[in-house]
């Protein structure tokens, strides 16, 4: 038994480093490190990287935004810019509260805003969080926060995707181009995080709105610490949900325990219904605002916020 | 609990610890905690049917002792038959009510008589027609006076429960279980090195083909009507990869967990995709079920022995009931009897067993001819898969008519990726280790040690790299 016991505890590290050492060939020869389960995706369209590459540390921000694809696609720093703010956007796509947490951990020190709007979207509680995890580890540092999220998901391509990107952080392999600033379905990187969408014509999605909320509690558990860290640096924290078509809300009682659970933890601001469900002009799908949309979501909610006192700082 | 699951990644080796290091010393302690932990695994579906588990074993028990103290031929046959009789009373009721209710119906309404049958709303307990065949192989044996019974009744309930087998098999016999469960087990290096070996495999076969397999088959039965016969095709060879890679996976992984805890389970698969006849796939494909129904139904039933037209009428039966054994719908037993008319041409030109041993044995290649002979067993087994996988008759019909019709002839539209370079690595796996209890019995026994742990180092990394990343469960657990 005890020769029995050695050998396998030999042959788990054998393995192990067997295993790191086939996904690193596996993700080399492989195009831009995917393959079935290891999805390193540098440079996403979500433009991540680009986003992380952005932050100017020479001086504070005003207003740091979080969120979903919400987020980066609509809050334009051009438009806070205009309102005397300087903004930046740390929107990730799909993001959930767990990836939130990380991106927090690392930039919020670098940003140092006095004020943080949280997109929220209800949905983005009820989801695990691989895609968007996958997106955080491909394109941002690696480190115990990353790899906390990335063991919480359970998942094996984010595991497998994790040790992917340790070795290429490591070894110097991760400074690769974060893409272009203009991609191929008309998307432009604008500095200060945001993602204009050039493509303007609108497709409908779903039409019947959401009845049921069923948050997962470690996303809560996030949400919480979140919220947490932002107060620990001395920036206020304001909740918002952007703009949606009506196939994209909450209704009914859900949304109604939605809007008692944010209320009770910052100043909430649910705006998906500021738009008329015929103002196909200014949405491009059920989700997402043409600029046209962002320009009057963001005029709107600056003049809310300033209204309410939240910029007097 | 899955045996590819996390949970069970943490419950075995804590069995393992208490089994070979807390309780080793007590016999009856190591045998109760076995059976605990058999109880807990099984609790992990739903603890309700803990007590349908519980009560057949008891029903069971009870009976093989009333059998054995039975004073006369009629007496032991009155309790077989009751024992029998409720044994197949309950699995009737889960697992074959609502469909002998549908088909009367049916009937009915041929003749004109409409009728609303009363439908049961239940859920088949998991393992029912596995751990039935338990109790009912142990009462006939008593019954036949092959084995005394048990008295301890823990013995006997981890015979009926042992969690490596308790969901989906292998059927084990008492005379082979029992007295392994009745005497110290005493740990041996080379057998706990096969299990593992045993059981990486079988998580291949299970995480890496079936699973991988069974994505792609899902998308084209779902839509025969959308694809041509070239793809068609391609999903039913799928399927058999799948349904071979699900099911023997399970078993090698039940094989090996065994194994782990100095358990020898009787084997389930022999290869059976290297069978050059069909009487040969039957003899290599879920070996533990077959031979069920060789001992306790076609032998009872006469066998070969009484006469061509006799033989003829127990290949169906024991075809028919094989299939229906699988599940509660025409499917299952249209694709028996597919079997039993492929079966019948041996068995009437008394070739039924000519190919007793392993194919190309000794040597590294087939001959043309053994080549030709698999290829063709091998279509016709993937034929009567269309069957098995279909949701319906009409829907199987479809299916079969669209793989010969006008069409494109290459597969179109589904794109296998990494398969295609994972399942010929697999066949060649299994090839070279068809000669062995599982494909990888001695693989890389001659090779240095670093070369053979890096080997086996590489299937983990194949299922990591390649698993499914939904959980899908094993097939036969519906069964």
Redesign the interface.
């Known amino acids: ?1 005890r ?2 016991l050695i050998d ?1 505890l ?2 788990t590290v ?2 192990a ?3 790191v050492v ?2 690193v060939v ?1 993700g080399s020869v492989s195009r831009a490190g995917q ?4 999805q390193y995706i540098r440079g996403s369209d979500e433009m991540l990287l680009h986003r992380v590459r952005d932050i100017d540390t020479s001086a504070r921000y005003d207003v740091l935004v979080i969120g979903s694809s919400h987020a980066y696609r609509g809050f334009d720093p051009r438009i806070f810019q205009r309102h005397g703010l300087r903004m930046f956007n740390l929107g990730s796509g799909a993001q959930t509260p767990a990836q939130a947490r990380v991106l927090l951990h690392h930039h919020l020190h670098r940003i140092r805003p006095r004020l943080v709007l949280m997109e929220m979207y209800p949905h983005a509680f009820a989801q695990s969080g691989i895609e968007p995890a996958l997106d955080v580890i491909s394109n941002d540092r690696v480190d115990l926060a990353t790899v906390r999220m990335a063991l919480g998901t ?4 984010v595991l ?1 995707t994790l040790v992917y990107a340790l070795f290429r952080q490591v070894l110097g392999g991760g400074d690769m181009d974060a893409g272009p600033l203009v991609r191929a379905n008309g998307d432009r990187y604008i500095s200060g995080g945001y993602v204009q969408r050039g493509d303007t014509t609108y497709r409908p999605g779903r039409t019947t709105p959401y009845t049921a909320w069923e948050p997962l509690p470690a996303q809560q558990r996030h949400f919480a610490a979140n919220v947490a860290a932002v107060r620990a640096a001395g920036a206020d924290v304001v909740l918002v949900h952007t703009p949606v078509m009506p196939g994209n809300r909450l209704i009914g009682p859900a949304h109604d325990a939605f809007t008692a659970y944010c209320t009770a933890i910052a100043p909430y601001y649910d705006m998906s219904d500021l738009f008329a469900p015929g103002d196909t002009a200014l949405f491009y799908d059920g989700h997402h605002l043409t600029q046209r949309g962002v320009e009057r979501f963001n005029t709107e909610l600056v003049r809310r916020l300033g209204a309410d006192g939240h910029l007097a700082r | 609990m899955l045996f590819d699951s ?1 949970d069970f990644a943490l419950f075995f080796p804590l069995v393992f610890v208490l089994y ?1 290091f807390v309780t080793k010393r007590s016999l009856r302690v190591q045998n109760i905690m076995l059976l605990a932990a058999s109880y807990y695994f099984y609790a992990c579906w739903d603890w309700r049917f803990l007590f349908l588990l519980a009560f057949s074993t008891a029903l069971d028990h009870v009976s093989g002792l009333l059998i054995h103290a039975g004073r006369t031929k009629a007496r032991k046959r009155t309790w077989l038959i009751i024992s029998v009789g409720i044994n197949l009373g309950f699995l009737g009721l889960f697992k074959y009510y609502n469909f002998f209710a549908e088909s009367f119906a049916d009937l009915m309404g041929v003749f004109g008589l409409a009728m609303d049958p009363v439908l049961l709303s239940v859920v088949l307990p998991v393992g029912i027609s596995f751990y039935t065949f338990h109790g009912l192989s142990y009462v006939f044996d008593v019954y036949n006076e092959r084995i005394k019974p048990v008295r301890n009744v823990v013995d006997y309930a981890l015979f009926v429960g042992f969690f490596p087998l308790l969901v989906a098999g292998p059927i084990e016999r008492a005379t082979h279980l029992l007295p392994q469960l009745q005497k110290p087990r005493t ?1 041996r ?1 080379e057998q ?2 096969s299990g ?1 070996r045993q059981l990486l495999w079988g998580l291949f076969k299970k995480m890496v083909i079936a699973d991988g397999c069974g994505v792609l088959v899902n998308g084209i039965f779902a839509d025969p009507a959308a694809h041509g016969p070239g793809t068609l095709a391609l999903g039913a060879v799928l399927f058999a990869f799948q349904i071979y890679g699900d099911f023997s996976g399970y078993s090698d992984i039940a094989l090996g967990t065994a194994r782990l805890l100095g358990i020898e389970l009787l084997q389930n698969f022999s290869f059976p995709y290297f069978s050059r006849d069909i009487a040969e796939f039957w003899r290599r494909w879920h070996i533990s079920l077959s031979s069920w129904f060789r001992d306790y139904l076609y032998i009872p039933l006469g066998g070969s022995r009484q006469g061509r037209w006799k033989s003829v009428r127990n290949i169906f039966i024991i075809f028919l009931v094989s299939g229906f054994w699988h599940g509660a719908d025409w499917t299952f037993i249209a694709w028996g009897a597919l079997h039993a008319v492929y079966f019948l041409p041996l068995l009437l030109m008394g070739r039924n067993r000519d190919n007793l041993r392993v194919v190309a044995e000794g040597r590294l290649l087939p001959t043309a001819r053994e080549a030709l002979r698999m290829t063709v067993t091998f279509a016709l087994v993937c034929v009567a898969w269309v069957l098995f996988r279909a949701e319906s008759m009409a829907a199987a019909g479809d299916y079969l008519l669209g793989m010969v019709s006008a069409g494109p002839a290459a597969p179109t539209a589904v794109d296998i ?2 398969l295609a370079l994972l399942l010929p690595f697999f066949m060649v796996v299994e090839w070279c280790g068809r000669e062995q209890r599982f494909a990888t019995e001695v693989m890389g026994d001659r090779w240095p040690r ?1 070369v053979r ?2 080997a ?3 299937i ?2 194949l299922i ?4 499914g ?1 939904e959980q899908i469960p094993f097939i036969y657990f519906q069964f």
């Open positions: 038994m020769r029995f396998l030999k042959w054998l393995a480093a067997v295993y086939l996904l596996a393959g079935r389960n290891l359970r998942h094996v391509t497998n | 996390l070979w740990f290096r706990a090195v593992l990726g990494p670093p742990w890096g086996y180092a590489s983990v990394f990591g790299m390649f698993m990343t």
